[in-house]
């Protein structure tokens, strides 16, 4: 299977600042990487698909780049509505989705 | 709009079995592939498997196989996740997701529209 690992587990910042959460797969994985959002009691929400393209209706304070085994969500101006846990999943393998631990971001 | 609909929550004993439904529409149901994902508690994401529900046929992760059974109901819109011989840790909040692009054009690689989570409890 291929591994996800997602960093930092936890963030807390201020209202207005740049967070950028990392992934990193065990083996190359091109492009196929997607970003979610979840909130508390909430299902996922993909944000990013194809490691860079922002899904219809998602702010475009998201963005994602990276490709290969390395890849960063960033959230450029971080609002009150962000604080969420972030999990990123490859879909190379197709026949084996895998998610990172996921990311929880607070708001200071 | 999409939308999946799953059922509501279960509890079960352990080694015994739970059948979880996710109703879609908004879209042609046999034209996209269905996963299934579970998340126990505080902890991450688990993939389980996915039925193209136009053929019926299922992929499942290794550790499911021989417990887990992905089937559908084309007339109603309706796939289902059947696990048995369930263990305390199957607790978990188990999701329908569909897979992002038709099955007859594109690899689903991601989901991009989720069920709102069906809470399975397995306790003695």
């Known amino acids: 299977d291929i591994q996800m690992t997602q960093s930092p587990s936890s963030v807390s910042a201020a209202v207005g600042d740049r967070v950028t959460i990392t992934c990193r797969a065990s083996r190359s994985i091109g492009n196929s990487l997607a970003w979610y959002q979840q909130k508390p009691g909430k299902a996922p929400k993909l944000l990013i698909s194809?490691?860079?393209s922002l899904q219809s209706g998602v702010p475009s304070r998201f963005s994602g780049s990276g490709t290969g085994t390395d890849f960063t969500l960033t959230i450029r101006s971080l609002q009150p509505d962000d604080s969420a846990t972030y999990f990123c999943q490859q879909g190379f393998d197709f026949l084996m989705w895998t998610f990172g631990h996921g990311t929880k971001v607070e708001i200071k | 709009q999409v939308e999946l609909v799953q059922s509501g929550a279960e509890v079960r004993k352990p080694g015994a079995s739970v059948k979880v439904s996710c109703q879609a529409s908004g879209y042609t149901f046999t034209h996209y592939y269905l996963h299934w994902v579970r998340q126990a508690p505080g902890q991450g994401l688990e993939w389980i498997g996915r039925i193209n529900p136009d053929s019926g046929g299922t992929n499942s992760a290794q550790k499911f196989e021989g417990r887990v059974t992905m089937t559908r109901d084309k007339s109603i819109s309706t796939a289902y996740l059947d696990l048995t011989r369930l263990r305390s840790d199957d607790t978990a909040v188990y999701y329908c997701a569909r897979g992002r692009g038709r099955i007859d054009t594109v690899v689903a690689r991601d989901g991009d529209y989720w069920g709102q989570g069906t809470l399975v409890t397995v306790s003695s």
């Open positions: 194809a490691a860079s």
